[in-house]
C-alpha cells in the first residue's frame, strides 16, 4: 500500500558536511546541557555518574577518515551496541541528562527519534523515561496515512515522514538522534512535532559537531552528550 502524505513547509536546511582536516575537541567529555528553569540542580552522585559515563563512552568511539567522501572524519558510535554494557551505559547517561534538564515534571511524553541511528537508542531511552515512541522515517517506509517534511542535503533534498496521530496534540515530546551536524534533519523532525501541534521541549544528541553550528538551526533546546570535533585547524580548500 502507497503511503498518503501531506506536506508541510521545513524548519530547517542543511549544508555540505565535508572538512579536510577536521580534529576532536581537547574539551573533557562532559555533558552540555543547562537545567530547565525551574528544575532543581543535579545532585554531585547524579553529575558525578554522568561524567563517569561519558569518559567511557566517549573512549569507545572509533573515527574513519575520509568516510563516505574525502575530507570527512566520520565519528563511529555502532562500538557502544556490540558491548551489552557499554550499551547500557549510554542509556543510562541519556536517561540522566533527560532527567537533568526536564525533570520529572517536564519529563518528555513521547521520544521521537530520526532514521536510522536515532532507533538504536531511541527505544531503549523511551522505556527508562516511562515515555511513548515515535520513529521519523524516509519517505515511502511508513504505512498510513502520513505527514512529510522536507528538508535540504549536501547534494540535494530529502523528506521525512511520521505516521499522522501518532503524537497528540499537547503532549511533551523530545526529538533524539545519535549526531548532530548541520541540523537539518533535525530541524524538519521538529518541524513534524509541531504539526501535530504537540510541545517540542527539545533535542538530544550523543555526539555534536560544534564548528557546523547545526544548533543554531533549531528552535528548541539543545543537548549533547559528547563534545564533537573541534574547528578543523587548516581551512578546506
Known amino acids: 500500500m502507497t503511503p498518503s502524505a501531506s506536506s508541510m513547509t521545513p524548519l530547517g536546511t542543511s549544508?555540505?558536511?565535508?572538512?579536510?582536516?577536521?580534529?576532536?575537541?581537547?574539551?573533557?567529555?562532559?555533558?552540555?546541557?543547562?537545567p530547565a528553569a525551574g528544575v532543581p540542580a543535579p545532585t554531585a552522585a547524579s553529575s558525578a555518574e554522568l561524567?563517569?559515563?561519558a569518559v567511557k563512552l566517549r573512549e569507545a568511539l572509533r573515527q574513519f577518515?575520509?568516510?563516505?567522501?574525502?575530507?570527512?572524519?566520520?565519528?563511529?558510535?555502532?562500538?557502544?551496541?556490540?558491548?551489552?554494557?557499554?550499551?547500557?551505559?549510554?542509556?543510562?547517561?541519556?536517561?540522566?541528562?533527560?532527567?537533568?534538564?526536564?525533570?520529572?515534571?517536564?519529563r518528555p511524553d513521547?521520544?521521537?527519534?530520526?532514521?536510522?541511528?536515532?532507533?538504536?537508542?531511541?527505544?531503549?531511552?523511551a522505556l527508562r523515561l516511562g515515555a511513548g515512541f515515535v520513529p521519523v522515517r524516509k519517505q515511502g517506509?511508513?504505512?498510513?496515512?502520513?505527514?512529510?517534511?522536507?528538508?535540504?542535503?549536501?547534494?540535494?533534498?530529502?523528506?521525512f515522514e511520521i505516521q499522522r496521530d501518532t503524537i497528540r496534540p499537547g503532549q511533551k515530546v523530545l526529538v533524539v538522534d545519535d549526531i548532530i551536524a548541520t541540523g537539518g534533519s533535525a530541524a524538519a523532525a521538529g518541524s513534524?512535532?509541531?504539526?501535530?501541534?504537540?510541545?517540542?521541549?527539545?533535542y538530544l544528541f550523543i555526539l555534536e559537531l560544534d564548528f557546523l553550528k547545526g544548533r543554531q538551526t533549531l528552535h528548541a533546546p539543545v543537548h549533547t552528550l559528547l563534545s564533537g570535533q573541534a574547528e578543523p585547524s587548516v581551512p578546506p580548500e
Not at 66 to 76: A, N, T
Not at 83 to 101: K, Y
Not at 192 to 202: N, P
Open 110 to 125: 513521547v521520544i521521537v527519534a530520526l532514521d536510522a541511528r536515532g532507533f538504536l537508542f531511541g527505544p531503549g531511552l
Open 192 to 202: 513534524l512535532v509541531e504539526s501535530a501541534k504537540a510541545h517540542l521541549v527539545g
Open 51 to 53: 561524567a563517569h559515563l
Open 141 to 159: 517506509k511508513l504505512p498510513g496515512p502520513t505527514v512529510s517534511a522536507r528538508f535540504r542535503k549536501e547534494y540535494g533534498e530529502d523528506v
Open 65 to 106: 577518515p575520509d568516510f563516505p567522501s574525502p575530507g570527512v572524519l566520520f565519528e563511529d558510535i555502532l562500538p557502544i551496541f556490540a558491548d551489552p554494557i557499554l550499551h547500557d551505559s549510554l542509556l543510562r547517561a541519556l536517561e540522566l541528562q533527560v532527567r537533568t534538564a526536564f525533570g520529572e515534571h517536564d
Open 15 to 34: 549544508t555540505s558536511t565535508s572538512h579536510s582536516n577536521r580534529s576532536t575537541s581537547d574539551q573533557p567529555d562532559a555533558t552540555q546541557s543547562t
